[in-house]
């Protein structure tokens, strides 16, 4: 009976085994605080597995769901006794275990002792968090369960690091979505996202880091240039690219690795995973120090060979190691005298067996005689039954089988004794040296985990550089300014699916002066939605310091893109479509600053055709109007009513997205133009959808029916208007240009 | 060294281990053949873990899609070779492994012979499926594979069942996503779905043959009328139910239990549990036995008690038996002589030890002498150093530790060997034993498979019971006319969402006469589309043979639902979101027929106004002049011009759902009148969302604005018009009808 002890709990949050983890994809354990006070919330998140440990304070329910979801943890502990409302409507959005903490685990002074004790520091001022009281509440909870869990094992988490959110362009759950960044809605997954154009890492840190940077896009200017000239120095220097990817290739997760390490759970074929993995850091060493960007200048400079952890383990370990410990051979021969001593006397075991057995048969004159071993009986000495008449009389009965008998001797018995402790002792060795040597390597653990996060830099610039080479990107040019300027952008993902260079790229340009709201009209399937997100896209990938799909761009930093795109409704919680649609409305109205950029693909069509135009021209009119600057807005609509606007507002303009009309075919242009459109050409695309022609025939005959009376929806002025204030100047306007007709545009 | 052999090969398709599988899903392995000469493709789909095999031919691609994604298999084979587009189209739509099979596996006469072989009959004309001859490719193609992957293990597959897709209503991939009968979109799974309603079954026999049926609504109105008074009966009988229910509750997946038998992975609680599982089995014998609805008669005349297969598992088996065969004790005492002689043995050595222990104390005089013993050394006596002086000649030393010697004396090894003898002996028999009783189990599986469908049946119309019961469910009168009528009808999801009678039931009629096609409009948020909803799920549930949310109905049977909801782009195909909504509703035009019902749920809202208003008449009209008989329809829309179409159609009718407004707020009453709405309070419900007040107010005055002018959107008739022929007699109508301002009633 072996006595078994209970050496850690595993929950959703700490989670450390390999099989168990997705390799590019964070593992969070979170802790939410509320002050009692004021609406400040602290959110701690740590990655066992990885330990990133990070710390943030909001000030609103809101911003701390959305941070959540864009943490999106695995487990969350909460005060006990606490069940808040967000955390419900947070359950309904994504999937994560929630679990109930002693509140006394939240305490204030526990928990700052409680940090400062772990990361043995005489106060948090060095990580920069002493005032964050939330936050240090919630970051002592996440150190108490995972001491109460994990039982101590943890002390490879070396950082906590505070961020604050206005460091960070703000992308809430539903832009994340509709812009695909990591996920695709055609394909469920990752292919058709973002994340699957840009990413290129070759290791699972490089992965998650790279995602950690898509995710938390960069406001700082001065930050986001320092990636884009490492990224420019990778692009330029192709052969130099290829040669760090290539030795990025052979590498493991040695951040994972490194945490399985300090927590005891490594085998002999992790620690070997390592050494290999350390094993490349001279060589990428070497080709950083060339380089002249200072991004890589400091990664070269702050590049820790750690010869001497891969030295030690190729010194002690055999490669390939055993599966398990237990196996024996995991150490090599030479490091340990009585070691090798043993060993050999067990390898010695068989060639004796071989000859003991030649020189029984020889004595006995049996020449099927055999020396054997098993478990249950140890050795032995098989004859068959049929010369028993010649077994000597020091020859001891052991086991009697149908046709044989089995017997020992005292020499077999010496010799069994010394070789099966031998083993013992070998095995005991073994553990013990092994032990040693995983805790030699946990003393460096803080020199590897800082290289894992060096690796994972250079993985993430240099995957996003060859992005930028395979797509042919630019570098676009990014300042604190309020312009945002893209000569021939693409979509980064809906170009990979067509045939190179059959994209057809557009220019935009929005700025606060002049050209601020675009209303954006014309035909279906004319690519009005691809046009709207992939600016949304190359901006995000700007401020990540990516290089983007266009010839050239500059781009004034945005602190937020929010959208507005696609409908679904939501019975079960009693929203409808059109509910839905104008709760996400509202919320940007809400949440946008001047500095944001805002994406809304056709809103108002969930109701009727009057309801949808006025509310769609109240939102465009006050985005126009917004604190006398406006906010920067690409809308595409089929109210192709909305297009007068620009007529009554400066900074309003209308595009169109060009089509041929061309022997009752749709030839579909792809091509931005000034101006707005007046036909959807929707009888036309349901034609190409298969729909049966006797249906699109009549279409068209209703149509002409709706078209050759005068289109005149132009509203004329009645009593309720003039009851009306802000109805005055812009009357005459919209009377004389809301839907204006075109009928001749049509007939052309 | 243990040798090992491949004993089979796993593949998705091929799954048999519970912790793989989920208990309430199949796991299909398909296989598609098509012909050379026609178009007709045979698909054969087969459970390994459960010995479902199916059957089924179809004529077009279409077809074979829509099966295919019904059927949802985890593994498809496909000829090599063969990569036709379906399959792409496939993949892009479900998650499924692609298998090619050499084309020889498909041949038409191996595959007879396959089947005919492994089957042991004649000929497959007993299966009904002699002239199946793609279905025949098929199946063998899946024997074919299985026979090579399970090595043969395959004995349980003793029925292979031919349907044919018009036996039962057609449930195309969007019209279940639609109606949200397995998953529902706002909770990403179960909870929220038809299924959670209604699945009250207590094994996973039962779960997995609920589905089934709701997979499969009837088209035989006999089948569905013996469902229905089997259900009858149960709600009647309260209490009878909750018995069956809680015996079913112990019971365990004998279907899966049975599978791993035959293919010989099961374990000693494996078939403790199948015991268990088959000891309930009287009791509901005894159960049935006092039912009168002919399913439940004949589920008791059919009901094979299986005591002697239950009884010899008790006989033989202990219980709880060991996790493993190999850690003892799994046969009982009194099963075979030998054995209980061994077993006596080794219990025995434990008190033959201490009783040693104590003897050799005494003799030796040594009072800490302890008799022990390991898995490396076996037995041996311990001393401490301090003791040596006091040891007796007879003992031999065995081993030296640091502060105590081994010793084994000719007693103590006599006897490790027979003990080591004995367990060995023990494990040898008690295999031999335990592998004699599953072949003997194995003999009986056939009639173990068919009571697991019986209890599987006789679940799932216990728990459509249970959820009539509950949840207040009627039985609709079904027959093969052409009314659907429904009294009090409500939605069998939301309604658990709300309080308890708090949801707002609504009477729906549709026949093929009067009112065929009902235009619903009214606000928004006023439960147009749960309404149109319900309807389509209250049909689907009786049709399954389940009671329904409804105070009485009487449905005539349909033979299809279609769906067209929501909407949602699709850019990496390049699919807008309007040509989504086009391919469906085109999908429907071309594939509904006269006993069919649509839900339409908007339509032409992705285009320009006039463009999706004719589409939206001219869809509508095409569906009520559908040779000449139409096609039962409900259609919500926000186009109240739709209303108009009332005029010219006799059996197209308006709804509305009724709302107050009242002091500038909406009441929703969620009550169906007749009539056609014209507002739809589409700001209201902005107000509601939480849109900034300025905003909304700005969107009022755009409002009254647009309607103050007289709403003229009439088309007078132009050059164009009198070219087209079918404009004739309509025209007056539509052009006095068509947006008919009630301005009137707005102002009330």
């Known amino acids: 009976l072996v006595r078994r002890e209970v050496t850690r709990v595993i929950t959703p949050g700490l989670i450390l085994e390999s099989q168990n983890l997705s390799a590019k994809k964070p593992n969070f354990l979170a ?63 994504m999937d994560f275990t929630l679990t109930s903490l002693d509140r006394i685990d939240f305490d204030r002074h526990r928990s700052e002792e409680r940090l400062v004790e772990h990361f043995q520091v005489h106060s948090l001022e060095g990580f920069g968090i002493q005032n964050m009281e939330q936050g240090i509440e919630a970051a002592g909870a996440i150190l108490a369960y995972m001491q109460a869990n994990l039982l101590g094992k943890c002390d490879h988490i070396r950082k906590l690091l505070p961020y604050s959110r206005s460091d960070y362009m703000i992308l809430d759950e539903a832009t994340v979505r509709n812009l695909e960044v990591f996920q695709s809605s055609s394909f469920q997954g990752r292919q058709g996202s973002l994340l699957s154009v840009l990413d290129r890492t070759r290791t699972s840190m490089g992965g998650r880091k790279l995602q950690q940077w898509l995710r938390y896009p960069l406001l700082d200017l001065d930050r986001i240039k320092a990636r884009q000239e490492a990224v420019a ?32 759970t490594s085998t ?112 032995y000495i098989e004859l068959s039954k049929s010369n028993l008449s010649a077994v000597p009389s020091h020859y001891f009965r052991k086991q009697t089988l149908v046709n044989a008998e089995r017997f020992i001797t005292e020499e077999l018995k010496t010799f069994e004794t010394q070789v099966l402790e031998a083993d013992e002792k070998r095995q005991e060795l073994e553990q013990q040296l092994f032990v040693e040597l995983r805790q030699a390597i946990v003393q460096e653990s803080e020199r590897i985990q800082s290289m894992a996060g060096n ?94 799909p266009a010839s050239a761009a500059r781009i004034g930093l945005v602190d ?63 985005l126009h109007d917004f604190k006398d600057v406006g906010i920067k807005t690409l809308f595409a609509t089929h109210y192709h009513e909305l297009t007068a606007m620009s007529e009554t507002r400066p900074r309003v303009k209308n595009f169109n997205v060009a089509i041929k009309d061309w022997q009752n075919e749709i030839l579909f242009f792809h091509k931005l133009l ?60 919209i009377q004389l240009s809301l839907f204006k007709p075109s009928l001749q545009w049509l007939r052309d």
């Not at 750690?306 to 030690?312: G, N």
């Not at 108002?604 to 055709?609: L, Q, W």
């Not at 005068?710 to 306007?733: H, I, M, N, W, Y």
């Open 233 to 264: 120095e990778l692009v330029e220097h192709a052969e130099l690219r290829t040669e760090i990817l290539n030795c990025l290739e052979g590498m493991n997760d040695i951040e994972r690795l490194n945490s399985r390490n300090c927590t005891g």
């Open 268 to 379: 002999p074929r992790d620690l070997v995973a390592l050494k290999k993995s350390l094993q490349v850091l001279p060589a990428l060493k070497k080709m950083l120090h060339s380089c002249r960007s200072p991004l890589l200048q400091e990664l070269d400079q702050s590049w820790d060979e750690l010869s001497d952890v891969a030295e030690l383990l190729e010194a002690t370990l055999t490669d390939p190691p055993p599966l398990t410990l237990a196996a024996g051979g995991v150490i090599r021969q030479g490091v340990h005298q009585e070691l090798d001593h043993y060993v050999r006397l067990s390898r010695d075991a068989k060639s004796w067996m071989a000859e003991y057995e030649a020189r029984e048969r020889q004595e006995t004159g049996i020449s099927s005689l055999k020396v054997r071993f098993n478990k249950v009986f140890g050795y």
């Open 674 to 733: 000034p101006g707005g459109a007046n036909r959807s050409y929707g009888i036309q695309v349901a034609q190409l959808a298969g729909m049966p022609q006797e249906v699109t025939q009549r279409a068209k005959e209703i149509l002409a029916g709706l078209e050759s009376g005068q289109t005149s929806l132009v509203p004329r002025p009645g009593p309720e208007q003039r009851r009306s204030r802000r109805f005055k100047e812009e009357d005459t306007a």
């Open 455 to 548: 690796v994972a830099r250079l993985d993430s610039l240099a995957s996003l550089a060859e992005a930028a080479a395979k797509n042919d990107y630019c570098r676009p040019v990014l300042d604190g300014g309020e312009v945002i300027s893209i000569r021939d952008g693409r979509h980064p993902v809906i170009e990979q699916f067509l045939q190179e260079g059959s994209f057809v790229p557009n220019d935009i340009h929005l700025d606060q002066e002049k050209q601020q709201i675009i209303i954006l009209t014309g035909p279906n399937m004319a690519g009005k939605s691809t046009i709207l997100r992939q600016v949304a896209l190359i901006v995000l990938m700007a401020q990540v310091g990516s290089f983007i």
């Open 31 to 93: 802790a939410v605080s509320r002050s009692k006070r004021a609406m400040v919330f602290g959110l701690a998140y740590l990655d066992v597995s990885t330990a990133e440990f990070r710390v943030v304070e909001v000030d609103s329910e809101e911003a701390l769901q959305e941070e959540i979801l864009r943490v999106s943890p695995r487990e969350l502990l909460i005060p006990d006794g606490e069940d808040p409302l967000w955390v419900h409507q947070l359950q309904r959005r």
């Open 560 to 622: 937020r893109i929010f959208t507005r795109v696609g409908a679904s409704d939501d019975l079960a919680r009693g929203r409808s479509t059109f509910m839905v649609e104008m709760q996400e409305t509202a919320n940007i109205l809400h949440q946008a600053s001047p500095r944001s950029l805002i994406i809304l693909d056709e809103i108002g069509r969930g109701t009727s055709t009057f309801d949808g135009l006025s509310i769609a021209w109240a939102v465009a009119e006050h």
